[in-house]
């Protein structure tokens, strides 16, 4: 006789019942995933919009502490980009403001007496006169350590010593003979950092050039070097525009200004010894501070901050139109006291 063995399988029911289970897992895992997948976009978006805002204030910030390096306050003889004065505010009530600040921010190199260079093996002893530009000069070498070559009519500033024009500059190798307008007013010389009595490093020498801040239409931030259209943010004539940040939704600025110089207070005071900021000033030259507003807005939406996002009503002039929507915003404020007016 033979016996037969019969394998069973599974029976429709309990298939059905696994696919069933199995897309009950499937469905887990992936809600589980879409959470996490935007808790995690919603984690960088707020990551980036702190840190981009952040590098932007701070850049600003340290711009403004240098505005007027080198520079005399009043520029009227001698115009920077068509700035007058290191500081010129843009004031606006219904959008962002703009600020164009000038000084000494950009190093060109190193200033030495004609035909000498850190490999001459100059003496520095005081004694030696022949380490001097002296006096009365107006042509000496400029070792170049930075990107930019000198050109005739660029304004620079010698180790903030001296603020001077170019009249011609002739670039060889590394090498600008420059000729200024008019002759140094004081003798400089190179010094000796090793204490080896040997010069080895000249007088540091910068352009002198404008800075200006400005938020397009499109929120981006910019900080346009050399001749720029504050109003417009856009750079005109000679220029270099650098993007700063994007989702920059307002950039306020408000000033402390002297009225009395004859006044004990360096800056101008309420009864109760506060500070006054103005949102606009009738005379720059007498700017002493600086308030710096930065607002920035996330990317993308935070649905988990659903009709929680909203701007501020009010920085410092400006009536900002009320908004409810799921951003996420960072506002920076920032006041910096100009070093060098």
């Not at 019969?6 to 309990?14: A, C, P, R, T």
């Not at 009320?322 to 007016?341: A, P, S």
Request: charged share 20%; with cysteine; aromatic share 6%.
């Amino acid at each position: 006789m033979t016996n037969l063995t019969y394998n069973k399988g599974f029976s429709l029911v309990e298939v059905m019942i696994a696919i069933v289970i199995g897309m009950i897992l499937i469905s887990a895992v992936s809600a589980t995933y879409v959470v996490q997948n935007r808790s995690h976009t919603t984690q960088e978006s707020v990551s980036e919009v702190n840190t981009q805002s952040k590098i932007a204030n701070d850049l600003i910030s340290n711009d403004i502490k240098g505005t007027g390096y080198g520079t005399p306050a009043d520029l009227s003889a001698t115009p920077a980009n068509g700035s007058t004065t290191i500081v010129v505010p843009f004031d606006s009530s219904s959008g962002p403001d703009a600020v164009t600040i000038v000084g000494g921010f950009n190093e060109v190199g190193e200033v030495w007496p004609i035909g000498l260079s850190p490999s001459s093996n100059i003496s520095c002893a005081s004694t030696n006169k022949n380490k001097y530009i002296r006096i009365g000069t107006n042509t000496f070498d400029i070792i170049l350590t930075g990107e930019q070559e000198p050109a005739a009519n660029m304004l620079m500033t010698l180790d903030s010593v001296e603020f001077i024009q170019l009249a011609n500059a002739v670039t060889t190798g590394d090498t600008t003979r420059a000729t200024l307008v008019d002759n140094l007013s004081k003798s400089i010389g190179p010094e000796d950092t090793t204490g080896d009595l040997f010069c080895d490093k000249g007088r540091p020498i910068y352009f002198v050039e404008g800075i200006t801040y400005c938020v397009d239409i499109d929120s981006v931030l910019h900080r346009i070097t050399g001749s720029a259209d504050a109003v417009n943010c856009q750079g005109t004539g000679t220029f270099t525009d650098d993007v700063i940040a994007e989702n920059i939704e307002d950039l306020q600025f408000a000033y402390a200004i002297e009225s009395d110089p004859d006044d004990d207070n360096p800056m101008d005071i309420d009864a109760s010894g506060n500070v006054l900021f103005y949102d606009s000033v009738a005379s720059p030259i007498q700017i002493r501070a600086m308030r710096i507003n930065v607002l920035a807005r996330a990317d993308r939406p935070d649905h988990s901050f659903k009709d929680k996002g909203a701007p501020p009503d009010v920085i410092e002039n400006h009536d900002i139109t009320d908004t409810i929507d799921d951003f996420r915003r960072r506002w920076w404020i920032t006041t910096v006291r100009l070093r060098n007016q």
